[in-house]
C-alpha cells in the first residue's frame, strides 16, 4: 500500500491562512489524479479540491476563491492552500489519489480547527 502522510494542521483564527502538505511515494502520482476532502464532526466526508495528472483541477463551492490545490516540483507532494479560514472549515482534512472517478489509497487524516 502506498503510504500518504498529511502535514500541517493545526489551530488557526478565523480568517487566518494554513497550507497542507500530502507526501507519498512511488510513480503512481504521475499518472494519478490527488485530491483533498474533509469531514467535519458528524457529517459526511466531502470533496474540498481535486487536482488530475494534467492539472486540471475542481474546488467544493464552499472554498472556491479561498483555497488552492497545486502538486509539488517533486510530483510525489500535493498541497492545499487555504486562505480566509472559517469556523465552518474546521475538519480532518485527507489526502487521496487514484483515477479521480475513485480513490485507491487514503492518508490517515490532518486536523484543521479554525477558532478564535
Known amino acids: 500500500q502506498v503510504p500518504l502522510v498529511e502535514s500541517g494542521g493545526g489551530l488557526v483564527q478565523p480568517g487566518g491562512s494554513r497550507t497542507l502538505s500530502c507526501a507519498g511515494s512511488?510513480?503512481?502520482?504521475?499518472?494519478?489524479?490527488m485530491a483533498w476532502y474533509r469531514q467535519a464532526p458528524g457529517k459526511r466526508r466531502e470533496l474540498v479540491a481535486m487536482?488530475?495528472?494534467?492539472?486540471?483541477?475542481k474546488y467544493a463551492d464552499s472554498v472556491k476563491g479561498r483555497f488552492t490545490i497545486s502538486r509539488g516540483n517533486a510530483k510525489n507532494t500535493v498541497y492545499l492552500q487555504m486562505n480566509s479560514l472559517k469556523p465552518e472549515d474546521t475538519a480532518v482534512y485527507y489526502c487521496?489519489?487514484?483515477?479521480?472517478?475513485?480513490?485507491?489509497?487514503w492518508g490517515r487524516g490532518t486536523q484543521v480547527t479554525v477558532s478564535s
Open positions: 487521496a489519489v487514484g483515477p479521480g472517478d475513485t480513490w485507491d489509497y
Open positions: 512511488g510513480g503512481i502520482f504521475t499518472i494519478n489524479a
Open positions: 487536482i488530475t495528472s494534467d492539472s486540471i483541477t
